[in-house]
C-alpha cells in the first residue's frame, strides 16, 4: 500500500472536508463524521461524492463552507472516479449521477480516448498555471480507499485557538472511526498547510495538549471534549445493520407475516425506495439492502408500510374471538349428548393451547 508522501507526491491524494463536530457541555454530535463513516463502511461506498485533489507544493485550498476545516484522504487509485474539473463544478445530485453513467470504466488517472481532463492533467495545470483555487473531483469511495485524515494549518496568531481546538476535534474524531467503525489503529492525520502545498506531522498528545492550554483550552473549558479524549472512554462498536429480510423475519409480528404479505410490503418499498446513487432495486435485491437511514432504508419506512398492511388484513380482534365464544355456547345449549360436549370442551382446550 502506497503510503501517504507517495500519494502526494505522484498527486493521486484527494481530501474530502467533513462538516466540524458540535461540542456542548452535555455532548458532541458526531453526526457529518458517522453519516460519512456509514457510507464508507457500505457495500456501495460513498457515492456522489466531491473530493480535491492536493499537488505537493502548490497553493491548493480546501472546501471550507459551513467551517470545514478538516477531513478525510483519499488513494484516487482506489476511488472511482467520474469527473475531474479544474474549478467548483458546483455539481448536483442529477448533474452527478449523468457524469457517473456517462464515464463508468474511463481513465480519469492518466490518459483516455475521449479528451476527458484526468487527475495527471490537472495536477500539470496546477503546477504551471498556479491557480490558487478549488478543484473539484467527483468520487465514489469506500473505507479501503482512506488512509487517513487532515486538519488544515493556520499560522495566524489570532486563529491559534481555533487551531487547537480543531487539532483536538480531530484527534477525538479519529478515535471515533477507530473504536465505532474499526479504522486501523494506526489511521494518520497530517497537517495541511494549503498555502505551501505541503504537509506536516501531527503534534503527539501531550504535546498538542500543553499548546491547547495556553490558548486557554483545558478539561474545565471544555470538560465533554476532554473527557471523550481520554483512555477511560471507549466508543461502542457500531453494530452491522440488518438487511430488510432479516428485519422482517425477527419483527415482533413477523408470526403474522404471510409469504404473500411479505411479497406485498417488499413490492411496495420498492416502488417507494429510491437509492440516492441511482441503483436498480427489485422485489429480489430490496430483501438484500440494509436497514439505515443514511445507508440503506430508514426503519421508520419499513414500520409504516407494516402497519399500513396490518391494519388491512383480517385477523382476530378480541372482539370476534368473544363473538366465536358466544356462538359456541348456543351450540352447546342445542340437544346434543353429553359426551359430545365433553368432547367438544376437550377441542376448545386444545385449540386454545
Request: proline share 4%.
Amino acid at each position: 500500500m502506497k503510503s501517504i508522501g507517495t500519494l502526494f507526491g505522484e498527486s493521486r491524494l484527494l481530501a474530502k472536508s467533513i462538516d466540524r463536530i458540535n461540542i456542548s457541555p452535555e455532548q458532541i454530535d458526531f453526526a457529518g463524521w458517522n453519516a460519512e463513516a456509514k457510507l464508507l463502511c457500505s457495500m456501495q461506498g460513498s457515492c456522489l461524492s466531491s473530493a480535491t485533489l492536493l499537488v505537493k507544493g502548490k497553493y491548493v485550498p480546501t472546501y471550507g463552507i459551513n467551517g470545514r476545516c478538516y477531513g478525510f484522504l483519499f488513494n484516487a487509485e482506489q476511488c472511482f472516479i467520474y469527473d475531474v474539473s479544474s474549478k467548483d463544478s458546483n455539481s448536483n445530485r442529477i448533474t452527478k449521477l449523468e457524469k457517473r453513467k456517462l464515464n463508468k470504466g474511463i481513465d480519469l488517472l492518466a490518459k483516455n480516448e475521449l479528451g476527458l481532463k484526468t487527475l495527471d492533467e490537472l495536477s500539470t495545470e496546477i503546477q504551471l498555471q498556479d491557480p490558487k483555487e478549488l478543484n473539484e473531483v467527483l468520487l465514489d469511495s469506500w473505507k479501503h480507499s482512506c488512509v487517513g485524515l487532515y486538519v488544515r494549518y493556520l499560522e495566524s496568531t489570532q486563529d491559534q485557538k481555533h487551531f487547537y481546538t480543531s487539532l483536538l476535534e480531530i484527534r477525538l474524531i479519529q478515535k471515533y472511526l477507530i473504536q465505532k467503525f474499526s479504522f486501523p489503529t494506526d489511521f494518520p492525520i497530517c497537517l495541511y498547510n494549503e498555502k505551501l502545498g505541503k504537509l506536516m506531522r501531527f503534534p503527539a498528545d501531550t504535546e498538542l495538549k500543553l499548546y491547547a492550554r495556553m490558548q486557554g483550552i483545558h478539561a474545565k473549558t471544555q470538560p465533554k471534549l476532554f473527557d471523550l479524549l481520554s483512555d477511560e472512554y471507549q466508543f461502542s462498536l457500531e453494530p452491522s445493520p440488518l438487511t430488510v429480510e432479516a428485519y422482517l423475519k425477527h419483527h415482533e409480528m413477523a408470526r403474522e407475516f404471510t409469504p404473500e404479505l411479505i411479497n406485498k410490503m417488499l413490492r411496495k418499498l420498492t416502488s417507494l425506495f429510491i437509492p440516492f446513487d441511482g441503483r436498480k432495486v427489485d422485489v429480489t435485491s430490496i430483501g438484500k439492502e440494509s436497514v439505515d437511514s443514511v445507508s440503506g432504508i430508514a426503519k421508520e419506512q419499513i414500520e409504516n408500510i407494516i402497519q399500513d398492511y396490518m391494519a388491512n388484513t383480517p385477523k382476530h380482534s378480541p372482539l370476534l374471538a368473544k363473538e366465536s365464544f358466544f356462538k359456541f355456547k348456543t351450540e352447546l345449549g342445542s340437544p346434543i349428548l353429553a359426551g359430545q360436549q365433553e368432547i367438544a370442551f376437550e377441542n376448545l382446550k386444545y385449540t386454545s393451547q
